[in-house]
């Protein structure tokens, strides 16, 4: 499974920006996808999850009522709308797929990351 992410760039505060992650490879036994930042000198963090049945979302309490996260199946694509920005927001944004390998494996799969920035 390959994930390329897209969408990052420079906003001020109360800015909007959408994040794409884009999957291709073997996406047929991905069974949840989902987004983790890493603020400089950070550990990274958990942003927001969406399973692939029924398309259940989890988000950290940080970004609840501001980001919504969604997946368009048919594209292997999913999507970050970040809205209400706020400098502690600005990090590096990583997309993460899990891919059921057996009754008791998961593989997980990384993007490169994209850089958000919000400006004060």
């Known amino acids: 499974v390959q994930l390329v992410e897209s969408g990052g760039g420079l906003v001020q505060t109360g800015g909007s920006l959408r994040l794409s992650c884009a999957a291709s490879g073997n996406t047929k036994n991905i069974n949840a996808m989902g987004w983790y930042r890493q603020a400089p000198g950070k550990q990274r963090e958990l942003v927001a999850t969406i399973r692939s049945g029924g398309g259940s979302t989890n988000y950290a309490d940080s970004v609840k009522g501001r980001f919504t996260l969604s997946r368009d199946n048919a594209k292997n694509t999913m999507y970050l709308q970040m809205n209400s920005l706020k400098p502690e927001d600005t990090a590096v944004y990583f997309c993460?797929?899990?891919?059921?390998?057996?009754?008791?494996?998961?593989?997980?799969?990384w993007g490169q990351g994209t850089q958000v920035t919000v400006s004060s």
């Open positions: 993460n797929a899990d891919s059921v390998v057996s009754n008791i494996a998961i593989l997980r799969y």
